[in-house]
């Protein structure tokens, strides 16, 4: 969108976006659309480049400019340019996407009328210019060739296509009664309108029920007993000086996370005076596992108890007073302290805790059930956290009923016509509760999907679901803001929403998506009855154009929340089960980073992103601990029967170090065996064994060996690690990622340098150049990085970078070109973690150029290793002699079976990439060159910050930094300055660009400490530098 | 006396009393054209050679038909990785020219030695190393992800001006191999000529005689020509020699100027090179034992030829055996941790096995011919001669693949499997090897028939007193005035 705004009128000035309706209503356009481009665009033959240009700037002249009357012209020539649109220049359009409860604002970047990249909004507080890898994938969504193209309607057994006219007509007949019998099955959604036609449907007589199989129903409920009345809790972490986090995965499964991951690294800088601890419990690694400085690991159900032994180590052991109306009974406070699940650490976590009240944060997750989140207030309130690291932002819940109550009405008769509003609920329904015997006793069943999925084929009628980049429509974010979802292209596949859906089903004359989010704005605004028409009232008018450009309503949100009080009922203490063993196994059921619930099965994208901690893609695993899977006998790889309370699922093992002992995590929205052509094959479907009573955790599961092995694909770790390889990995990776503790780093600043390989002054073969104009470099700061992967996924939106599929990735083919690599130390049952995203290092001294015959990668004037890549042969000695290994091979044509529509989402200034032809990561060599062309139009030298790379525009900790290392201003050259600051590999003199900033943890000295890796190495006090020949760092 | 000295065709009992015959047999001038040239002209091909060469031509097709296959789909046909980037083609490449090396050092080195006993297995280890080096430059050719623009190797001129990269040892590959390949095949031709002639005028079909003709360029045998042939041969050789220890030696710098442990290695070039004529020597072996048995040529390539082979086998088994033992003691020695780790991880990792096979067949197996009795039992010594190609394919393998599979980054570690491609476009050029032997076999002599009467007894002037100790090309019997004296 920066790019486009630059020629498009003020700084801020981004394109305004609404529908032209009357025009695009127009019989012809529809006509085009349909003949055009939603069935043409897979046709190959159908539709030339020219044409299709043609009609793609019809739809950008309608759709992209504001209050300009366009006549009624229906194709616009690009010969003939429309006012306001250069073509080939990107322009940006904020909206908003949405996932469950978890609100993405998110600004999308429209090539000629295609939308093709999705980055944070940077003027929205929560996102601040970063996006995780899900929203930034969710472009690819639009562009599936297995979404649903038609309005099909089932009937005894045939399927026949039909369009919405039809199926209104029909639904209005249904419905002319009332809602009476009408059940309406919606996933979680936060958006006003929906909520509001809701609403009007239950006071109509229809029975409104809501299933999302990942939500956030128990710590809504956990705020209602702590404090009376629900509320959504605003986290300000940067405040947070000691943080606890009770399987909450805070930086990750939180609608918040990128905020939280932001103000969390801002609350880590160890060159400030404070920097904050974070201690978690929980079962299975996760990322803030992974940042912890101190992570123990405990079966999910055991949570609870490790809250309750915090409690009174900290009541009782420390003497923290409990406020009024805590709900807590001292005398069951005893009963807990010392209990196992804490751990031997809790009395010096507690003591932390009180050194620092007001400035420290307990959390717990979702999973974990109400009681657990009111005690976790409770405890926040008596350390005088809430208020200061958390207030609260009181929220209404919708009344709704839930899925069990849908199911009874089925089963009792009540409910005769069935409408689902998406989810998939055929998939994801719990498996103990008869919802598929259940659905078939209604009458009519209508669903409202994407994709022809199982719940579509169980339904009489299909409504193909609007992407969210083709909808008009609202959302509240979780401070509460007033959220814009506004569409950047027509419906490729006549798509509705669920507001729509539910307009035809409420309103005499059903209102359009745009007309919808009006209203509600209106009544949002304070405004009796629909909306004024267009031109008609000019205050609002503005206000909405306001809205849409922002993509939410400024000031509409409560930044800071409110602190609430406590009105606690007695909170009951968790129920002590049998204990765990290897017979009785925790089954840990937990939402996937790639396909959340399932919904996402269908992204490439996303089911090749490596798990950030298992590498896993295209799949899920059942994870069990190293000591676990000794005594199950159990190996990585091998398939077992999976048996909770006599459901039965096949599932190949993973072994993950840190995984708490007996606790099997299964993660859900794999095994659709009813989704398109890239999730069909993905994994075992552990919705299965999840039961309504136990969706999140239960107890009983065993595991038996088929005798037989699966392939599961990862990225790394391609094959099992013998002793010798462990034992030199071990030795290695303190070189490579280097840490340390906030004690050595402040005694010794420098001890970065000390853990590197020692060796003799490095000379070069050849004269070096001299960089006299700018050079490019890039800082990555280990310390900030929690490796939650949205890089990766900027960088393969930003840069075409192809989807290979499972069986190449199990080879060891994956293309991306950015990788985060991950390693574990120490002890495999209670490890330390460390992520390394590592891409193309930008050698000045590039072992690459000097071997390839042909010289088609060669060095630019400013440093970047540039792959001339209609020059390269493809003889792949340049992958062989980078020691970064990060070139990446086209080892067959990658790109031969997409379809035209998919490659719709390929970006114009990247150069899609040929087979037999080498690529890596060019530092997004085309956006330097984007600044270089703005700066000298406006005749100006490039500045620091002209030039983001897209791994850098989304990282959410804003651990990447580029910049010209020659500009001593520049915030690149400050951290090469810096002690922490060292070079991967430097010790080879091939003078990487790109370096990292070590790692500092922060233990508690009272605990021991977790690094001591970190410690100096053996090497004295590390301040004689010079005796030790030339340490390893070469300052650029 | 040993039991040996009753077997007339054992000439490796050493008498002191007069020099070992090189030649054995109640063989003359023109027993020796007869036997050689009517393997070509006059005898009925054997059904064996038919069959035989039915099965490899179907191989050659074979090798076609994965080549096609890897043009159609792209490089990934093969098992190759990312850390992996370079698999069985590069082995093989490494693999054939290797065995290439043969020829030229029988040829060039052994003739400026004056190494007399090279006569009688020179014409065939030259021709082994032609097809050797055919079968060798296909694989970096085919390897490359754009065949298309593969021509983009050799600095052809441009408009453009756009040259290789001359610091890339790729390139100079391209060069070295094309010279040798060139050098090769020059000198085996012209070694060729005399004898060439002979089959001319000894054929009775006329498509033989106008082929053998063209192939003959006119020689007559007069001393104007063997005095040009002679310069020309001597000249040919001087060029080749040094040929011989740089193809290889540039071929590993392949290897030795990239950075992976495992790889950059100063001593690759002289250890490169024992290794090449190890395994040469050993395929020649493999060949010549089956060819002298059915052809009937045990009095021309004599037990004695073959025990000096074996011993040539054991010098350069051993060269190969002493390197691999100061490649391990220069990783400990070094002090560099990647480059140690590389070698433990060669001997006791993931492709430990591999390995171990290299060890057991490249360093067990030549000790063997310290032992006389298996220095010249000939079915031993050709099991042993399987065993050193199978160790030093083994060898490259190890060196390119275990070397790339563990770098410096843990994070990026992999394995290598091949695919049947893989498999089949190896085992195809076996075929296309094979092919071109049986083709040589039957359409050209395989002994120099010119050459190895130099050594005959009857050539020497003083016949009877100093038996075998003729002057090599210097002093030539006038007996006729045509073809190579027959």
């Known amino acids: ?1036 | 006396m040993s039991p040996a000295a009753h077997d007339p065709l054992n000439n490796t009992v050493d008498d002191p009393t007069r020099p070992n015959a090189l030649i054995l047999g109640d063989n003359d001038f023109t027993s020796l054209t007869v036997k050689v040239s009517d393997i070509v002209l006059e005898r009925k091909t054997p059904r064996a050679w038919y069959v035989a060469f039915t099965v490899t031509a179907g191989l050659t097709g074979v090798l076609f038909l994965m080549i096609g296959y890897l043009f159609i789909k792209g490089v990934g046909v093969w098992g190759l990785n990312n850390p992996v980037s370079w698999g069985w083609a590069i082995v093989n490449f490494v693999f054939w020219v290797g065995i290439g090396h043969a020829g030229t050092l029988i040829s060039a080195i052994l003739f400026l030695l004056r190494q007399k006993w090279r006569t009688s297995i020179n014409r065939f280890a030259e021709a082994m190393t032609i097809f050797a080096v055919i079968c060798a430059g296909i694989f970096p050719a085919i390897h490359v992800g754009r065949i298309w623009v593969v021509y983009w190797l050799f600095p052809l001129p441009n408009y453009q001006a756009m040259w290789p990269n001359f610091r890339s040892p790729l390139l100079w590959d391209v060069f070295a191999v094309g010279t040798y390949a060139t050098v090769s095949l020059l000198f085996w031709y012209t070694g060729m000529v005399p004898d060439l002639a002979t089959l001319r005028d000894r054929a009775r079909g006329r498509m033989q005689q106008i082929i053998y003709g063209i192939l003959a360029v006119g020689w007559r045998g007069s001393h104007r020509h063997w005095h040009r042939y002679e310069k020309a041969y001597l000249i040919l050789a001087g060029l080749a020699t040094p040929l011989v220890l740089s193809v290889h030696s540039v071929v590993s710098f392949d290897f030795a100027t990239a950075q992976i442990p495992g790889w950059h290695t100063t001593i690759f070039p002289p250890y490169f090179v024992a290794g090449a004529v190890f395994s040469g020597f050993a395929m020649v072996g493999t060949l010549l034992i089956p060819a002298r048995q059915w052809f009937g040529l045990k009095e021309f390539i004599t037990l004695h030829h073959l025990e000096n082979m074996n011993k040539i086998i054991l010098a350069t088994g051993s060269m190969v055996g002493f390197a691999y033992a100061t490649e391990f003691f220069i990783a400990w020695y070094s002090g560099n941790p990647n480059e140690s780790f590389a070698f433990v991880n060669r001997a006791f990792g993931p492709y430990s096995w591999a390995y171990w096979i290299m060890v057991s067949c490249n360093v067990i197996t030549p000790q063997l011919f310290w032992i006389k009795k298996v220095r010249t039992t000939v079915p031993v010594m050709w099991a042993m001669y399987i065993f050193v190609n199978i160790g030093m394919w083994f060898e490259r393998f190890v060196i390119t693949v275990t070397s790339l599979h563990r770098d410096f980054l843990p994070s990026s570690w992999g394995y290598y499997d091949p695919t049947v491609v893989d498999i089949l476009t190896f085992v195809g050029s076996f075929g296309l090897f094979f092919t071109l032997v049986l083709l040589f076999i039957r359409f050209l002599p395989m002994v120099a028939m010119a050459e190895v009467k130099t050594v005959m007894p009857i050539a020497d002037a003083h016949s009877g007193e100093r038996r075998a100790v003729g002057d090599y090309h210097g002093d030539i019997p006038a007996a006729s005035p045509e073809g190579g004296g027959a």
């Open chain 1, 1 to 1036: 969108m920066m790019q486009g705004s630059a020629q498009q009128g003020p700084a801020h000035g981004r394109n305004y976006w609404r529908s032209l309706q009357d025009l695009a209503d127009s019989e012809e356009f529809r006509h085009q659309l349909e003949n055009e481009f939603p069935g043409g665009v897979d046709a190959p033959s159908g539709m030339t480049r020219r044409r299709f240009l043609q009609i793609m700037s019809a739809s950008i002249a309608m759709t992209s400019l504001a209050g300009c009357r366009w006549p009624e012209e229906k194709i616009v020539p690009f010969a003939k340019r429309p006012e306001g649109v250069s073509p080939g220049t990107p322009m940006g359009f904020a909206t908003t996407f949405e996932v469950g409860p978890t609100v993405h604002s998110v600004v999308a970047t429209s090539y000629d009328g295609r939308p093709i990249k999705i980055d944070g909004n940077p003027d929205f507080r929560l996102s601040g210019g970063a996006a995780t890898a899900t929203a930034q994938a969710s472009v690819l969504d639009l562009y599936d060739p297995d979404r649903s193209r038609h309005l099909l309607n089932r009937q005894g057994g045939s399927t026949a296509t039909t369009d919405w006219e039809t199926f209104a007509a029909w639904l209005q007949e249904r419905i002319a009664a009332g809602l009476d019998g009408v059940a309406i099955l919606s996933p979680a959604t936060t958006s006003p309108s929906v909520h509001g036609l809701l609403a009007r449907a239950a006071t109509a007589g229809a029975g409104i029920h809501m299933w999302e199989p990942v939500c956030r129903r128990q710590e809504f409920e956990g705020v209602v007993r702590a404090f009376g009345r629900p509320a959504a809790a605003q986290l300000h972490l940067d405040k947070a000086r000691v943080l606890v986090d009770f399987d909450a995965n805070l930086l990750q499964d939180h609608p918040t996370a990128v905020h939280n991951s932001r103000t969390f690294a801002a609350g880590r800088n160890p060159d400030a005076d404070q920097m904050n601890r974070l201690y978690v419990w929980e079962n299975s690694y996760t990322i803030t596992g992974g940042m912890a400085d101190h992570r123990f690991p405990v079966a999910s159900r055991d949570v609870g108890a490790a809250v309750w032994a915090l409690a009174a180590e900290l009541v009782l052991g420390e003497g923290l007073p409990l406020p009024m109306n805590s709900g807590v009974d001292r005398g069951e406070l005893g009963h807990w302290r010392g209990h196992a699940a804490g751990g031997e650490h809790l009395g010096a976590v507690a003591r932390d805790l009180m050194a620092n009240r007001g400035h420290g944060f307990l959390a717990a997750g979702i999973r974990q059930p109400a009681a657990v989140h009111a005690l976790v207030h409770v405890l926040n309130s008596a350390l005088g956290n809430v208020g200061q690291t958390v207030t609260f932002r009181p929220v209404d819940l919708p009344a709704v009923g839930d899925i069990a109550g849908f199911i009874d009405g089925l089963d009792r008769g009540a409910y005769r016509t069935v409408v689902i509003l998406g989810g998939n609920p055929v998939k994801t329904h719990p498996a103990d509760l008869g919802f598929n015997a259940a659905l078939d006793r209604a009458e009519h069943r209508i669903y409202l999907g994407s994709h022809d999925d199982a719940t579509a084929k169980a339904c009489h009628w299909h409504v193909p679901q609007a992407h969210y980049l083709e909808s008009w429509g609202d959302a509240t974010s979780w401070d509460g803001t007033h959220m814009a979802v506004q569409p950047l292209i027509q419906p490729l596949y006549g798509g509705k929403t669920a507001a729509e859906l539910l307009s035809l089903l409420l309103d005499e004359t059903p209102r359009g998506g745009w007309q919808i989010a009006r209203d509600t704005f209106h009544a949002r605004r304070g405004g009796q009855g629909p909306a004024p028409a267009e031109g008609t009232d000019s205050g609002f008018e503005k206000t909405w154009r306001r809205f849409l450009h922002a993509g939410f309503l400024d000031g509409s949100g409560a930044e800071r929340g409110i602190a609430l009080a406590l009105t606690a009922g007695r909170i009951a203490a968790p129920a002590e089960g049998k204990a765990l063993s290897a017979t009785n196994l925790e089954a840990s059921f937990a939402q996937d980073q790639s396909v959340h619930d399932g919904r996402f099965a269908d992204n490439a994208w996303l089911q090749e992103m490596p798990d950030f901690m298992t590498k896993l893609a295209w799949d899920n695993a059942a994870i069990v601990g190293p000591a676990t899977a000794g005594e199950l006998d159990v190996k990585h790889g091998d398939l077992v029967t999976l048996n909770l309370a006599g459901r039965t699922v096949e599932a190949p093992v993973y072994v993950l170090p840190g995984q708490a002992k007996y606790s099997v995590t299964l993660h859900l929205g794999y095994g659709r065996d009813d989704a398109g052509r890239v999730g069909r094959k993905a994994g075992f479907d552990a919705y299965r064994l999840r039961t309504f009573t136990h969706l999140d955790t239960a107890d009983g599961l065993t595991v038996t060996k088929t005798g037989r092995t699966y392939e599961l694909a990862t990225t790394q770790d391609h094959h099992a690690i013998d002793a010798a390889g462990a034992a030199e990995i071990q030795d290695r990776v303190p070189r490579l990622v280097r840490e340390g503790t906030i004690g050595d780093y402040r005694s010794h600043p420098e001890f970065v340098d000390h853990l590197g390989l020692h060796h003799p002054p490095l000379e070069s073969l050849w004269k070096e150049r001299e960089y006299t104009g700018h050079k490019w470099g890039m800082a990555i700061d280990l310390n900030s990085c929690n490796g939650c992967n949205a890089c990766l996924i900027g960088c393969q939106s930003e840069n075409n970078v192809p989807v290979v599929g499972k069986d190449e990735v199990a080879l060891g083919r994956e293309m991306s070109w950015l990788r985060l690599d991950r390693y574990f130390l120490g002890d495999p049952e209670e490890p330390t973690v460390t992520q390394q995203p590592v891409g193309c290092v930008q050698c000045e001294l590039a072992p690459c150029e000097q071997v390839c015959p042909v010289a088609a990668t060669v060095h630019t004037e400013e440093g970047l290793n540039a792959m001339v890549y209609n020059r390269c042969v493809g003889t792949r000695y340049c992958s062989n002699n980078c020691p970064y290994k990060v070139r990446r091979f086209n080892w067959f044509n990658n790109f031969e079976d997409l379809s035209a529509t998919q490659r719709l989402v390929l970006n114009p200034d990247v150069t899609v990439r040929a087979r037999g032809v080498m690529e890596k990561c060019t530092y997004c060599v085309q956006r330097i060159e984007k600044a270089r062309v703005a700066a000298r139009v406006e005749d100006r030298d490039i500045r620091d910050g002209d030039i983001t790379p897209a791994c850098a525009q989304t990282c959410p900790t804003e651990a990447i930094v580029f910049g010209d290392l020659n500009d001593p201003e520049s915030r690149v050259s400050g951290l090469r300055e810096q002690s922490r600051s060292f070079d991967l590999l430097g010790y080879l003199n091939i003078k990487p660009r790109t370096f990292y900033m070590a790692r500092i943890r922060n233990p508690n000295p009272e605990i021991a400490p977790v690094a001591e890796h970190g410690e100096d190495d053996g090497h004295g006090n590390g301040k004689e530098t010079g005796d030790h020949g030339q340490v390893e760092q070469a300052h650029g």
